[in-house]
Structures are given as C-alpha cells and as structure tokens.
C-alpha cells in the first residue's frame, strides 16, 4: 500500500504543469491522485495488500494508472464546475 501512495504522490507533482481546474484545487489533485492510485492498486493486486516479499517495480507501475485515473475524475469536475459557474455569471 505505501509503494502505491507514494506513486500517487509521485503523480500528484506533475499537476504543477496543469491549469488547476481540479475539484478542490490542488489538495483535492493531491486526494484524488493518492486515493486513485490506492484503490487501483487495490483492484488489479485481487482486493488484497501484498506483503513485503510480493513488493516490487511492478507494484510501483501498478498505481500509476490509479493515480492518473483519479486527477483526470478530479480535473474533469473542477472543469465542468468552472464552466458552469462562468455560464451562471
């Protein structure tokens, strides 16, 4: 599970090169890349944590999706709500 958050994070930092229209700014970018990058880590792995021996580069790969995944989710709500706000105006 740590390889997998720390991925998230790793991912998060390149949200700096984004316009930050994500849902939350960039604290709800960093929940979504964390949160992303967990659950699909989670998933592929059969719903369980592997241990320490199982730990691998492929477990670090693994979350990049996840964490990819979960700012698009994010970016498309704050674009959408961006959007909407300025139509309101």
Do not use: N
């Amino acid at each position: 599970m740590l390889v997998w958050v720390m991925m998230g994070i790793a991912i998060w930092h390149f949200t700096v090169f984004v316009p930050d229209r994500f849902s939350g700014g960039i604290v709800g970018a960093f929940v979504a890349a964390v949160v992303g990058a967990a659950l699909f880590g989670f998933v592929v792995s059969g719903l369980s944590v592997p241990g320490d021996s199982d730990t691998g580069l492929v477990q670090a790969l693994i979350a990049i999706p996840g964490s990819v995944i979960g700012l698009a989710i994010s970016y498309a709500v704050g674009a959408r709500r961006e959007r909407e706000a300025a139509a309101a105006a």
